[in-house]
């Protein structure tokens, strides 16, 4: 019998003697991408496919064994038993997240339960298209004017995608709506921890995992329980924390995409540090500076994009933070990195810079540099303020009280 070809095994034999550069350079992505998919490391999406079948003049060969290759996937992962992302869900219902919520207040059910219910919508394509569209205007204006511009457009967009995921007929249909709903759920969970409700955010990235499940998409559900982690350890959590980020990248493993895969690795880091254990600590930080170099491979996820050398410095300075009252050579090679991270920081992301600012201000003020520290936190203050973050508000009145 013969052997059965695979995607791989057919993109290397077509591209022979080309090198990986020149493919890239034709299909326009990167050269880490191709060979991440020659070598079986990443599953073939159909617009990727697409560009490689055009490139090297296939004839949809590419195409249709890529296609192929997701229907096997979506069988297999339909009749398999329920999986490590199950398991992960599960113990946070049974017994993290009761814990952790046990002391949820009245605000955070009426929060729950006073939700305006969106309008059902059926369409295609355009339809699509322009729920991701205003997505993405939403995460610009939070980026500009912070999480109280926006929270309650966000949470009535996120009520119409579930209202929508109902009335969805077809498997296909429901994979491609419950992926956005994990997206615009993770963002309503983002929103809901800038602005203070910590309790409330984690049951939303959660719900947000799920929908990540049901519609098949490794990477999001990975990103969404990287965020629940983080809460755990702002929480005081550390150990949760670690053991929560740990499930998501073992479950990750190397199918999530790298982007994804680095900046867990830079929130694992920050985990590591709470807990005062540099070695691993340091290790995470240079995986999440090794996997960056192959982020931008032409298919980094939306939610993802601003992963970038000044968001690794960022996590860098705060791991320092963490660690260097006990290492204090950490205070001088955090307080460099939140440097480069401030000068590279894009001015697009204003509520953000808050974060690095408190960040920057701690380590100067260790390493005695007093004067500018207050400046620095006075800035933080000011942003915090003005773009509504009671999350970087909280932590800049900490730095400038310290």
């Known amino acids: 019998m013969a052997e059965k070809v695979t995607f791989a095994a057919e993109l290397r034999r077509l591209r022979g003697e080309l090198t990986l550069r020149d493919l890239a350079r034709r299909a326009l992505c990167s050269k880490s991408l191709i060979s991440d998919l020659e070598h079986r490391r990443r599953s073939p999406t159909l617009p990727i496919a697409a560009a490689l079948d055009k490139a090297l003049g296939a004839d949809g060969t590419l195409v249709a064994l890529a296609e192929a290759q997701r229907n096997s996937s979506r069988v297999s992962a339909q009749a398999a038993p329920e999986g490590d992302a199950d398991d992960i869900l599960r113990e946070w219902d049974d017994v993290w997240r009761r814990d952790f919520l046990k002391n949820a207040g009245a605000a955070t059910a009426a929060l729950a339960t006073g939700l305006r219910p969106g309008t059902n919508a059926v369409g295609g394509r355009d339809l699509m298209d322009a729920h991701i569209a205003l997505r993405a205007a939403h995460g610009r204006l939070d980026n500009l004017r912070g999480a109280s511009a926006v929270y309650a457009q966000a949470i009535d967009h996120h009520q119409q ?217 006075s800035r933080a203050v000011a942003i915090a303020t003005n773009t509504g973050s009671a999350r970087n508000l909280r932590a800049a009145l900490a730095a400038v009280n310290a």
């Open 161 to 377: 995608i579930l209202s929508w995921l109902g009335t969805a007929t077809t498997t296909a249909e429901r994979q491609q709506i419950a992926a956005l709903a994990s997206d615009t759920g993770g963002f309503v969970g983002f929103l809901t921890y800038d602005l203070g409700m910590s309790e409330n955010a984690v049951t939303h990235f959660r719900d947000a995992a799920a929908h990540a499940r049901q519609a098949g998409d490794l990477s999001s559900c990975v990103y969404q329980v990287g965020q629940m982690s983080r809460i755990l350890t702002d929480q005081g959590h550390h150990r949760r924390a670690l053991a929560l980020a740990d499930g998501a990248l073992d479950l990750g493993g190397t199918a999530a995409h790298p982007a994804v895969r680095s900046w867990l690795h830079a929130v694992r880091a920050h985990h590591h540090a709470c807990l005062n254990e540099a070695r691993n600590a340091q290790t995470d930080l240079h995986t999440a500076w090794k996997l960056l170099e192959r982020a931008d491979d032409g298919e980094k996820p939306p939610y993802i994009g601003y992963l970038s050398e000044a968001e690794l410095n960022k996590w860098t300075g705060h791991a320092a933070v963490r660690l260097g009252p006990t290492t204090p050579a950490l205070f001088s090679a955090g307080k460099t990195a939140l440097d480069e991270a401030r000068a590279a920081w894009p001015t697009t992301i204003v509520r953000g810079s808050a974060e690095v600012l408190t960040a920057s201000a701690r380590l100067y003020a260790a390493c005695g540099d007093r004067d500018v520290a207050a400046e620095l936190a």
